[in-house]
């Protein structure tokens, strides 16, 4: 448990132990438009992608990027990342809360073991995740499928020199459409479905894009309104009996503007102001009896304290664009804040400790709110200089600055007598200041290699604020060594196009994160830090070969890759007498995998796809202070990932089109802590389930409007796709929750364009 976002049990096991002891070259250009045209001459959409900082189609691309239309989501209900996240092969997302904003999502075996994030999120070309773990960013992210997305790109592998820091499993980027300054645009959607056992779930969503001053100024206005019913009963902890039914409700609303202004041709600026809410009272987390899994009251039921858990992100950013003799600039310039606010009572675990320590008699103490508050400031600044002449090479070469501030308060308060028990600050300044280019050279026009460096220096400065009894009395203010780094990323990639519906490429890439002070933890016996004074950057290196292509005029397309990970000195959670700190796992981690998928467009009118992935992620060596042991498989790391779909579409009376589909997801068991049968480990491997489920929609379109319904889990599957289990110090006992899968949920949704 990281001492980081969870010092207050820290604070109580110290005590119990106390007491107890683009543009493409010209060469490159003749190939692509061979290949559009063969696809258009089959009316086959050509999906293009900019994970390169260019515009290219999937295909030309030298990575794995899997790119969907979040509107294919959202009309079958499904209307967070981490939905999109589910079906994307290779890519992973867990969650101990199940809300809306909450979790990690990791990629390829390379998951979150701290809360400094391995996926980096991009708005376009605005980094929104933080670079730290001082303000749960590996926990808290931005999911933003119900703006005015035009496609949501998923990277795969370390993608260190184009996207910095935190992207050493992948990278999500959604992509936004630009506002219109000829014609106008827009849609309304309304949303409505009842989940098993629970309340009705509403969703309101609309955009409108319209020209302000014909061809030169555009303005697009996107909010939308979600409320969640829940499906989780709160019970009281003492009698079992029912308090509130689905507590687990939430809300998630926001809202945006984005403004574009060209003047000329060759020139273009983009304003852009966006703020988003979520907020919920009881997480989705059901009380667990046992490592056997049986319930402890029964099904979606939860005996956790209600409270309140909010998290709001704002994001302010200009970008503008300069078309110049042979070369575009692009220059960014954004800020991007969150904060996330969590309060809840919980004078059953605390109260007694708190008038054990003052003296007070039994009871005295009536409630004793815990309150959490974390959040970020960050500041970014990107030049770039993408080449645009034609001709046997291309390069792109850019600078970047980031400057972030966090912030990560704990207090708790015995009431009626308001004492103050805990008060835990830990405050942190980031700096990361970065050069980085790519050149790119055909040698034929079928056959071409990059190479990409980054250099960035990083430093991060970080504050320890520490009073209350819980801590032994007295006030402390403690600042921790600095932290500085000179880091070099690196990537070289080589395409071969034997004909224009075949590309080979080969991917070798490096990816980091940043160094950063650190906690200290002390041994409760003598005095003695044990803990690293620093937490020392952390090296991937991956090694991919893929294949990517189409057969039989385009019906017919797929995509494969193999993969090797050495994930070196990685950072994690180390624990020293069950209190846990951050650290450097020393011998590593080794990851190799597979994926593939293929589109197979049967008739005009029917189509199939299919997509699996395979990864192995263990451990290179015995690591004591994980309590892990050589070969150990990495926490919430699937071996296996399946998913398929089928779509039929057709033609009814009046004008009208009608489409069916189906799609069947599976996900192996995913461990939730190493563990090598040490009792002093904290942290108890309760695997999740493996789970297959199956979701139908059906639709008609006539005109501008569209109707749909669905059904996601239509076979009710009972499945926990994540536990937390904890030993609890002195006692035979393990604490445990677990997310239960969403139960059979149907819906209707209907859309106007216009």
Known sequence: MNNKINYLTRSIRILIYGMSVVSVSALAQQAEENEKQSVEEDNLEIIEVTSSRRVQTIQDTPAAVYAVDPDSFIQ????????????APGFSFSSATGQAGRGSISARGVSQQNDSPVTAIYLDDVPLTSSTGFAAGGRLFFDGLLGDVARVELVKGPQGTLFGATAIAGAVRYITNEPEVYDSRGKFTVDYSQTKGGDLNQLYRGFYSFPLIEGKLGLTLAGFSQDNGGYVDQVSPATGSLVRENANDSENKGYSADLYYTPTDKFDIRLKAMKQESSFNLSSAVRIASIDKDEAYGEFLSDSAYGSDELTQTLYSVSASYEMEGAVLDFTSSKAEYEGTAAEDVVSLYGPIIEQLEG???????????????????????????????????????????DESTKNSQRLTGMPQDILALNAEFPSDYEELAAFG??????????????????????????????????????????????KETVETYLLTARYRPTDDTSFYTRIASGYRPASSNLSVRNPFTGEILSQPVVEQDDLWSYEVGVKGALADNKFNYESALYYIDWKNFQTIVTFFGIGTDGNARNGITVQGWEGSFDYQITPNLAFKAAAAYNESTLNEDEPELFGLKGATVPNTPKWTFNSSVFYDYQLPYNM???????????????????????ENPSVNLPSDDFTTINLTTGVEKNNWLFTLYVNNLLDKKAYTFFNANAVPGSDVVDITGIPLEPRTIGVSVSYSF
Do not use: C
């Open 76 to 87: 079958r209900g499904l209307t967070s990342i981490s939905d999109v996240v589910e079906e």
């Open 360 to 402: 007070l008699p039994a009871g005295s103490v009536d409630s004793a709110p815990l309150t959490r508050d974390v959040g970020s400031d960050k500041s970014v600044h990107e030049l770039r200089l993408t080449s645009t002449t034609e001709g046997n090479y291309e390069w792109l070469v850019g600078l970047f600055y980031s």
């Open 657 to 679: 089109n009608g489409w069916i589909s189906a799609s069947a997801n599976y996900k192996d068991s995913m461990n939730s802590a190493f563990v090598n049968g040490d009792p």
């Open 438 to 483: 790519n050149y790119t050279y055909y040698l034929a026009p079928n056959f071409d290699i990059t190479a990409g460096l980054r250099v960035s220096k990083t430093e991060q400065s970080l504050i320890f604020v520490q009073e209350g009894p819980l801590l032994g009395g007295g006030s402390v203010v403690e600042e921790l060594e600095t932290a």
